[in-house]
């Protein structure tokens, strides 16, 4: 129509960075390289300094002259991946949202891809891995058998070998807002937010450079919270085991009294004494540490503090004022 102006869609694509210093170079290159191809879109590239220490936050600042696409927010201190997001979430300008790791280990070049299935209505489009490259054979088997564990027990369906690499649509952007707990499994989220998905496979590459930020007792403490965050399961497990040693207990102590009875009591028993004592109190600490596991989560969310904090905002449309920090 004549004198319409068609306004282009924006996309954000949302990148946590915990000193990444090294890798940002290559990969705001890599973005720009797929980016620029996408003449159809307007796009915003949105760091979420997660309180690195290292020069990340000024090598943004640097790198803003050659990338005016760049906007950042910068957290108060390391919050964690997940905060990160969420705070990354919170700010998105875009019409959709494509959230990717710094270091490159998903491949910028699924962006395109991700748009087409946007533009075909759906509302999240995920990037499974086909392989991962550059990981240890106990890392994948470890986490294979989680995701199995983790979709047995919860109600909504966990998608194993997805990251967070995904392109979510303004809708799914204003479901994840909502969601303001402060322990957080991100990936849970994305499945219990459902809308349209759509799942695309790639080969996942070994880091560019820079070191991982996890380490097992990290991924351990996050596959806790992926299972109890999502899920009262284990909860309901510890009942369940209560109940099967109560009835072999009982049947035992049936036993034994009339055992008692007909033959009289010559007074050994000492192992299976043990076993029992062990076995329940074993049983007794599994199920408290279950229970403390979730009355933490009640703890933690039940103080209502602001789940992160920022020290500086900055984008080509914040008001200049806001810019002077
Ligand atoms: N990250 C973050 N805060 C953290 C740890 C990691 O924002 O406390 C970011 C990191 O910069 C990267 C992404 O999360 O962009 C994934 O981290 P990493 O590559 O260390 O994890 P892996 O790929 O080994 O699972
Ligand atoms: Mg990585």
Not at 19 to 48: I, M, Q
Not at 60 to 72: A, G, V
Not at 237 to 265: C, E, K, N, P, Q
Not at 278 to 285: D, I, N
């Amino acid at each position: 129509m004549k004198g319409e102006v068609k306004l282009k869609k924006l996309i954000t694509i949302l990148i946590p960075a915990y000193n990444e210093e090294e890798v940002l170079e290559v990969l705001l290159k890599r973005l720009k390289g797929v980016t620029s191809a996408l003449a159809d879109y307007r796009f915003e590239f949105l760091f979420v300094n997660d309180g690195s220490r290292d020069r990340t936050l000024e090598k943004l600042k640097l790198l803003r002259l050659d990338y005016p696409e760049i906007s950042y927010v910068n957290l108060s201190r390391n919050f964690g991946k997940e905060v990160a997001m969420l705070a990354g979430i919170d700010h998105v300008q875009g019409d959709a949202v494509i959230i990717i790791d710094a270091d490159l280990q998903d491949p910028p070049e699924l962006i395109p891809e991700m748009i087409g299935y946007w533009e075909q209505g759906y509302d999240d489009v995920f990037a499974k891995r086909r392989s991962r490259a550059g990981e240890s054979w106990f890392k994948k088997w470890s986490s294979n058998s989680y995701y199995r564990i983790l979709d047995k027990v919860s109600n909504v369906p966990i998608q194993p070998d997805t990251g967070d690499f995904r392109l979510l649509d303004r809708r799914c952007i204003d479901a994840l807002k909502q969601m303001r707990e402060s322990q957080r499994y991100t990936k849970g989220m994305f499945s219990w937010i459902g809308y349209h998905k759509k799942e695309i496979l790639f080969d996942r590459e070994a880091r560019a450079a820079g070191t991982t930020k996890w380490n097992y007792p990290k991924l351990f403490n996050l596959a806790i919270d992926g299972l109890t965050s999502s899920t009262v399961e284990p909860l309901r497990l510890s009942s369940f085991f209560g109940l099967i040693v109560s009835v072999f207990a009982f049947v035992y102590m049936v036993f034994i009294v009339l055992r008692t009875l007909f033959f009289g009591d010559p007074v050994p028993g000492y192992p299976s004494l043990m076993v029992v004592i062990l076995f329940l109190g074993g049983m007794q600490l599994l199920s408290l540490g279950i229970i403390g596991e979730y009355l933490g989560k009640i703890f933690l969310e039940t103080k209502n503090r602001p789940v992160y904090l920022i020290d500086e905002y900055y984008s080509q449309t914040t008001p200049p004022e806001e810019k002077l920090h």
